[in-house]
Each structure stands twice: as C-alpha cells, then as structure tokens.
C-alpha cells in the first residue's frame, strides 16, 4: 500500500490518462492525489469552451464516463446534436445533450470572470470529485498539427479527419503559464506519474507549460512515465501512426527516449516483457491494459510501488 503522506501527481492527458488517475484515485488518500490535465485539445465550438481531456478525466473519476468510446456520458442522448444537424449546423463534434450541461456551464462561469482552474473546482465539487482535478494552464494553450504544409487546429485533424492527415510537425504554443495550484502540487510531490496518454499531443502540451518540465526535471524524488504503446502500437488513438510519420520506432523504448532525462523509471506492458532489459532507467514490465477498474487499480498499485522503490 503506498506510504500515505506520499503526495502523487499525475500528468495525464484524454482517455488512457483518465483511466490511470482513475486507478489512482481508488488507492491514494484524494488530499495527496492532484490531477494535471492537456488543456491542448481545447477549441471553441457552436459558441462553447470544449475542454475534452479535463472532461474525459472528470467523467471517468465521477463513475459516468462513456465505456464504448472513452470520452463523453454515459447513457448519453443527442436530441439536441440531431437538430443542430438538421439545421445544417456543425455535427462532426458530437456533442451529447449531458455533455453540453457541461460545456453551458463551463462557457457560462469562464464569461462571468472564472479562471478554468476555478470552473474544473466547480465541476470536482458537484460530480462530488475527491482528488484535485487542475488544468495545465488557465490560458489558451492550442496544439495545432501541421501535415503536408497545412496547418490544422487539434479538433479537425483528431476528429473532423480522423488523425489521417500525416503528422510533420507539431506546433506548441509559446509562453504559457501554469496556475499556481500547478506549480504548488509540483513542488509538494513526492512521486509524478506521466500516464499513458500520447506523447506528443497529451503530455507534451503539459510539459510545455511554464515551469511544469522545469519543476518536474528538479524533482528531487521520482518521475515514472507509463508506455501508451503496446505490443507495436498505441492503445487507442494515432500515437503509434503519429512515430511511424515521424520516423520513430514504434515500442516502449522509444516513448522512454522521448521523454529523456525526465524519467526515473518507465513501466511498459507485460507483451513487450524484455524489450527494455538494457535500458538506461529501471523499468517495470506489467499488465497495463485497463478493462475495467480492477485493472486501473492495480496498474496504479504496482506503477506507485515501482515508483516508491526509486525514491
Ligand atoms: N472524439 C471523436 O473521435 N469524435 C467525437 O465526435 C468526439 C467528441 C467529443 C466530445 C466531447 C469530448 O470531451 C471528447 C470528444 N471526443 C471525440 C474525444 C476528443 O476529441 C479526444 O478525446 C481528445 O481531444 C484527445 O484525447
């Protein structure tokens, strides 16, 4: 059981990040567990701040996330998405009439003057949400993907093409700041776990944010990142596509080289068991597909013990 006045931050982005806090949240007493969100995805759409990656981890932690797809409600209806359709508005961004509650309230309390950090407070407290949910940033901070000389914003190349477009560049955006409550959870963590989320269009973004890499680099304690990329490729969504187009191999051993001399220790799935005997960082081969909350348990069980043997 981990030691209980270890304090745990997670870096996670959309929906591999939010099962691992998930799993984290059913071990870690919450006051000790903090939560830092890609914000990167983040576009306004029919008039509304869509926040998907802090929304797919608030779902999941509150019980009501979408089992099929990862993202959105469950038991979700679109009464309300059918008639913007037959409006001839928008629908590639398919918005379910739970969601938009969120997406209504979230755009409402940004005009009244709440900073994001505020509004995901809110949304934490009436999903009755234990463990500290931050967004990396309560700046905009737009990830946009440049493919073939055009450069697209995250949500049409993700969703309206389907990631298809190949990657040639990703663009982050410069000088952006984190939120106090951002820097504070950093400097109290005993352990930062980077979940398995993509690494270039979920943890990069997080990374990006000013002092976040610099803060998690001077950790005096451990820093264990989780392979998205098992058995040849990614578990969900275009993170193994995203390697191939930038020419990187496609294994565990080539997200552990990405994120370099942050790590302490990387934890990869049991199929690729030796693949990463002679790397340069301790490394821990388990099951780290999360089925259901029994495996999203213990994934985080034995990634905290792997990591607390490092500290
Ligand atoms: N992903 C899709 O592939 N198609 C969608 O229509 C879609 C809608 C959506 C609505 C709310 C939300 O929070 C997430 C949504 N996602 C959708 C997923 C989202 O694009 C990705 O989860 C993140 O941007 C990357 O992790």
């Not at 996670?12 to 799993?23: Q, T």
């Not at 998405?81 to 209504?104: I, S, Y």
């Not at 450069?151 to 410069?174: A, G, M, N, T």
């Not at 680099?217 to 990142?225: E, F, G, I, K, L």
């Amino acid at each position: 059981m981990i030691d209980s006045n270890y304090k745990i931050v997670c870096l996670a982005g959309g929906v591999g990040g939010a099962k691992l806090a998930d799993g984290l949240a059913q071990i870690v007493p919450p006051e000790n567990l903090t939560i830092i969100v890609n914000t990167g995805d983040d576009f306004a759409h029919l008039g509304l701040t869509i926040c998907p990656d802090l929304d797919t981890v608030l779902y999941r932690l509150a019980g009501v996330a979408n089992e099929a797809t990862g993202w959105g409600r469950a038991g979700e209806s679109w009464r309300v998405m059918a008639e913007v359709a037959r409006l001839d508005g928008p629908d590639w961004f398919r918005l379910g009439d739970l969601d938009l509650a969120t997406h209504l309230l979230r755009t409402h309390l940004l005009g009244e003057g709440e900073s994001l950090t505020a509004v995901t407070r809110h949304l934490c407290r009436q999903f009755n949400i234990q463990p500290t949910v931050l967004p990396m940033s309560n700046q905009p901070a737009p990830t946009m993907i440049e493919s073939n000389g055009r450069i697209y914003p995250f949500q049409e190349w993700f969703v309206r093409e389907q990631w298809q477009p190949p990657v040639s560049r990703i663009i982050l955006p410069d000088d952006v700041r984190a939120p106090a409550a951002v820097s504070l959870a950093l400097e109290q963590a005993h352990i930062v776990v980077i979940a398995p989320s993509n690494p270039f269009v979920s943890i990069d973004p997080i990374l990006n944010v000013y002092p976040i890499r610099e803060m998690v680099m001077d950790m005096p304690r451990a820093v264990v990142a989780v392979s998205p990329i098992v058995g040849g490729t990614a578990v969900k969504g275009p993170a193994a596509k995203m390697m191939q187009e930038m020419g990187l191999e496609v294994s565990p051993t080539a997200v552990a080289q990405h994120y370099g001399d942050l790590l302490d220790g990387f934890v990869y799935d049991q199929q690729d068991k030796g693949q990463m005997d002679d790397a340069a960082i301790p490394t821990l081969s388990t099951n780290s597909m999360m089925y259901n909350q029994v495996d999203r348990r213990q994934l985080a069980q034995n990634v905290l013990d792997f990591a607390t043997q490092l500290l």
